[in-house]
């Protein structure tokens, strides 16, 4: 992300004075409503967490356009989720900016997901993000691409063929054998699984 390039260099820009400039100057009147994306993520049992760089404020925009209701996430990792230290939150000393490909951001994302990474499944549009994902083990699903990179476990040319090319997602049962996708609602093992992601977050500058 250029704020990064732009504070290296030594010029004092906020982030959210910075995503204000580039993102208003989007075209979001371009961006659909996909009324079948909404239903396809009601329709998803299993725990989902909206995963972007982008900032709250542009996410938010973005599907309000795409006509899709946050709530139908259960957590959101963000630009400000990834970088509180950006914005008042601890580490106000540090100056480098996580964000997707970096394992730290990777990282963030499980511990707000408080999920099993064998047992999560990651869906992005970046080769990048997903070679990432696959490093720290969790079962990747490359979106919009008909070949599936080496790290990818899965290539969807479309969101919407989801639940043709992974029908477990809604098919599974609870107790199934290990290493499937199933709901994971336990919130004491959620608990857990974050206080042990935190315990092994270094964080360190973005390099992409």
């Not at 982008?54 to 209701?69: F, K």
């Not at 199934?176 to 977050?201: C, F, T, W, Y």
């Amino acid at each position: 992300m250029w704020i990064f390039f732009l504070q290296a260099l030594g010029y004092d820009v906020h982030p959210d004075e910075y995503h204000s400039y580039v993102h208003g100057r989007l075209p979001y009147d371009r961006i659909a409503a996909d009324p079948r994306l909404a239903l396809l993520l009601q329709s998803i049992p299993q725990r989902k967490i909206l995963f972007t760089n982008s900032d709250r404020a542009h996410m938010e925009r973005a599907l309000e356009r795409l006509g899709v209701d946050e709530a139908c996430f259960d957590d959101v990792v963000c630009f400000e989720t990834m970088n509180p230290h950006l914005f008042g939150g601890d580490g106000q000393d540090r100056t480098d900016v996580v964000l997707k490909p970096s394992v730290d951001a990777i990282l963030v994302g499980l511990r707000v997901a408080g999920t099993n990474p064998r047992r999560t499944l990651f869906l992005d549009d970046s080769e990048r993000n997903i070679a990432a994902g696959k490093a720290l083990g969790l079962r990747t699903a490359l979106v919009g691409k008909r070949v599936r990179s080496k790290e990818a476990d899965y290539a969807l040319e479309t969101i919407g063929s989801l639940q043709r090319a992974i029908p477990e997602i809604w098919g599974v049962a609870a107790g199934a054998v290990d290493g499937e996708l199933q709901p994971d609602h336990n919130v004491e093992k959620n608990k857990s699984m974050r206080a042990e992601l935190d315990s092994v977050i270094q964080p360190t500058s973005i390099q992409a």
